[in-house]
């Protein structure tokens, strides 16, 4: 006997991908070192400097994530996250 879902399938598609990491990260506290160097207009040496600063201080931590490529590939890339500490 066949057992029902309630869920589109399109739903079921997106689950899939995003279970199998094929979507990009779209998280807005995730950075790479080089994304973050122009989103505050500094050079990659001074980010990667500040980035491992924060990361010792505990407002930032190391994560994987997914990027696409110009041929629409996925690809991993190392990145960071803001730490948000709750009042």
Known sequence: ??????VTQEEM????????HLVEDT???TFTVVEL?????????????HVRDAIEAGTMERVPLRRRRSDG?????PG????????
């Open 73 to 77: 590939r996925l690809f991993t890339v």
């Open 1 to 6: 006997m066949a057992r029902e879902l309630d």
């Open 13 to 20: 598609r997106q689950a899939l991908r995003e279970a199998l």
């Open 80 to 87: 960071v996250r803001l730490v948000m500490k709750d009042d």
């Open 27 to 29: 998280d807005p506290n």
């Open 37 to 49: 160097a122009k989103l505050l207009d500094i050079s990659e040496w001074t980010a990667r400097k």
